[in-house]
């Protein structure tokens, strides 16, 4: 690239957002933070909150930080606030971006330069949450860690992977989703999963060419594997979505398993949920039947059955209510009875009117013969 000197008075994010049209707001914290060269031994407040902190201890390269998706080499060292060491790597390669570690750190590392000590400072939210984790660190706990980036090194493009090496960087990166979401963290747990799915795609060039094109390079076995990972990966993310109420594209993910696996007992099981929640109830209802056919001894499966065929009678009930409402049924029984009431009273009052007459007749007779 030519050398482009900065105008007097502009700044970096002015730079880059105007020559290089890349849309930066640098009134942004993270944004600031990034663009800044930050003073040794002065903490800065990334996020302008106080719950993460950064104090360079040692100076990088200048100009060379690391992005979203690079590889990162580190030496980390956690701590409580009386010193105790907590956590502990040497050598530790992360995939920035892909919240491999505590989501403090990555944001954090963001920041550093290469060969760059730093001193980060995580209050319990963007460290181990109200959970902690065990053995060592409590509850609410924030931490003090030394972090030092010893490498950085660019994301190998996916289409110059081995199928062993996707199926190993997929699995673990849903290994990282299912951590997450044992821990209640369903939006980190779907980052993972969608990002091992990138890695888990068994077609050629990704997914730049139509679904029927699969790499000729790829086994009939390595094909099955991948396909089989995936559709844990899938299983694994429609639960997740659940947890968050995003139950269409819950439905759809549910909706790949079964496509590959119609018979996957798990995803049978979580569409019939996502039906029920949605307020499908005769879906659901045919979904956890198919269910019982594969386990007809679960007795999760039966009282969802059992909870689904009463709601399903009184929603027929509901129909028909509505229905007689729209062709206007119960205003004609109204007014049919109404007549039928008026007519009974007329009736009566002719009846009551007659016999008051005949007593008078009666009473007239009498009088005239007996006087």
């Not at 081995?162 to 980052?191: C, H, L, Y």
């Not at 969608?194 to 890695?199: E, P, S, T, V, W």
């Amino acid at each position: 690239m030519d050398n482009i000197e900065l105008q007097k008075g502009n700044t970096q994010a002015d730079f880059i957002r105007e020559d290089l049209n890349f849309d930066v707001d640098p009134k942004d914290l993270l944004t600031k933070a990034a663009l800044s060269d930050h003073p040794t031994n002065e903490w800065i407040d990334i996020l302008g909150n106080g719950q993460l902190k950064k104090k360079v201890i040692r100076e990088g390269q200048n100009g060379i930080r690391p992005c979203r998706t690079d590889y990162c080499t580190l030496k980390i060292i956690g701590k409580l606030e009386d010193g105790t060491i907590v956590e502990e790597y040497e050598n530790i390669t992360i995939q920035l971006g892909d919240i491999e570690v505590i989501q403090g750190l990555d944001l954090a590392i963001m920041l550093m330069k290469v060969n760059e000590i730093a001193e980060v400072e995580v209050a319990s939210r963007f460290a181990y949450g109200t959970l902690g984790k065990e053995p060592n660190i409590p509850s609410n706990a924030t931490i003090w860690y030394t972090v030092e980036v010893k490498s950085v090194e660019l994301e190998t493009h996916i289409d110059h992977l081995s199928v062993d090496q996707r199926k190993e960087i997929g699995n673990k990166k849903r290994e990282r989703g299912n951590w997450w979401f044992a821990r209640d963290e369903p939006t980190n747990a779907i980052q993972c999963y969608r990002r091992a799915l990138d890695f888990l795609f068994p077609l050629k060039n990704h997914r730049e060419t139509p679904f029927d094109e699969v790499d000729e390079s790829i086994t009939d076995t390595e094909l099955q594997s991948l396909l089989e990972d995936r559709m844990k990966v899938f299983n694994n993310l429609t639960a997740a979505q659940i947890k968050t109420q995003a139950y269409d594209a819950a439905l759809k993910s549910v909706e790949n398993v079964l496509a590959c696996q119609p018979l996957n007992i798990k995803a049978l099981f979580r569409k019939g949920r996502i039906l029920h929640l949605k307020g499908e109830h005769s879906l659901a209802y045919t979904t956890f039947l198919q269910a019982a056919k594969l386990e007809p001894e679960s007795k999760v499966i039966q009282q969802e059955l059992a909870i689904l065929k009463e709601k399903s009678v009184k929603d027929v009930q509901h129909e028909k209510n509505l229905y007689r409402k729209m062709l206007g049924i119960h205003k004609i029984n109204n007014t049919t009875m109404k007549k039928k009431n008026k007519n009974d009273t007329s009736n009566k009052l002719v009846w009551s009117l007659i016999g008051g007459a005949a007593v008078t007749i009666v009473g007239v007779l009498i009088y005239r013969f007996t006087s």
